[in-house]
Nanobody
Framework: VQLQASGGGLVQAGGSLRLSCAAS????????MGWFRQAPGKEREFVGG????????YYPDSVKGRFTISRDNAKNTVFLQMNSLKPEDTAIYYC???????????????WGQGTQVTVSS
């Protein structure tokens, strides 16, 4: 499975961005998807996940209510809608995938390249 993330950029605090992650290759499997971010000098942080059918999502408290994950399985694409962005959301954002029939994985085996999100104050 290959993953291609896009949609990053520079936005002012309070603004919005929508990231996309297109999957290719063996996408016929039930792929749960996740988004992670990593800021300079910080550990990678999980910012949300969605089950393969979109029926289950999970967000950590740091982004809950501001970030929303959705997916279009017909286009093998997952989205991360980010609203009310804060300077502390600045990071490289990565999408990841893992075959899983139910729920959201803890460990992901497939990773895309990152896309930079910068939020100015």
């Amino acid at each position: 499975v290959q993953l291609q993330a896009s949609g990053g950029g520079l936005v002012q605090a309070g603004g919005s961005l929508r990231l996309s992650c297109a999957a290719s290759g063996r996408t016929e499997r039930n792929l749960a998807m996740g988004w992670f971010r990593q800021a300079p000098g910080k550990e990678r942080e999980f910012v949300g996940g969605v089950s393969w059918n979109g029926g289950t999502t999970y967000y950590p408290d740091s982004v809950k209510g501001r970030f929303t994950i959705s997916r279009d399985n017909a286009k093998n694409t997952v989205f991360l809608q980010m609203n009310s962005l804060k300077p502390e959301d600045t990071a490289i954002y990565y999408c990841a995938a893992e075959p899983k029939s139910l729920g959201i994985p803890i460990v992901y085996g497939y990773w895309g390249q990152g896309t930079q999100v910068t939020v100015s104050s």
